[in-house]
């Protein structure tokens, strides 16, 4: 892969736009650079989950999502590439299934919190909500030529609520539940 980040410091942002992977650029507050924005700051709130300590069978899991938000950043910065799959979005069903298997049925909304993992799996959810969002406004002006990429951040943040209840779960915490609407 030679030595593609070998120099950080490169000025070449300075005056408020940002290089794509494809070559061209773009203002830093494109709803291009912004979806990408929100899949990084994702990304690096799965590593705090990971850094707080998780069973074998959620890091596995979390480090593989790693890799594939690295691939939804390297879409949304190659306008015209298709990097994530229907196959990656069923994965994301398959251990949302799997993990979910293991929980009690819920009968209230699950208020965030818990473990310090499980609280912080909560935020990367939310961060993962704000991504769709961002890919979302992205297509309406400028498709992303992917049908599976909303899909899969769907999913992902699904995956990311189950895993916060399976961390609180690992950790003996009982989950706060919203006690619902107000009479």
Do not use: Y
Not at 67 to 88: C, K
Not at 115 to 133: D, F
């Amino acid at each position: 892969m030679g030595h593609r980040l070998s120099k950080i410091t490169t000025r070449t942002g300075d005056k408020g736009t940002t290089g794509l992977a494809s070559g061209l650029r773009v203002e830093k507050d494109s709803p291009r650079v912004l979806a990408m924005g929100a899949v990084d700051e994702l990304n690096s709130c799965i590593g705090v989950v990971l850094a707080q300590g998780t069973p074998p069978e959620v890091r596995e899991c979390l480090v593989e999502v790693q890799q594939q938000l690295f691939e939804v950043g390297a879409q949304l910065s190659s306008p015209g590439q298709r990097r994530i799959t229907d196959e990656d979005v069923l994965g994301i069903e398959r251990a949302v299934e799997r993990f979910n298997a293991r929980l009690e049925p819920l009968k209230e909304f699950v208020l965030p919190g818990g473990s310090l993992a499980a609280a912080a799996c909560h935020v990367a959810r939310t961060v993962c909500r704000r991504a769709e969002s961002h890919v979302v406004g992205l297509n309406a002006i400028d498709p992303v030529e992917n049908d599976s990429l909303v899909p899969f951040l769907n999913r992902l943040s699904d995956l990311l609520f189950v895993v916060a209840r399976v961390l609180n779960k690992a950790d003996r915490n009982t989950e706060s539940m919203w006690r619902g609407p107000r009479a």
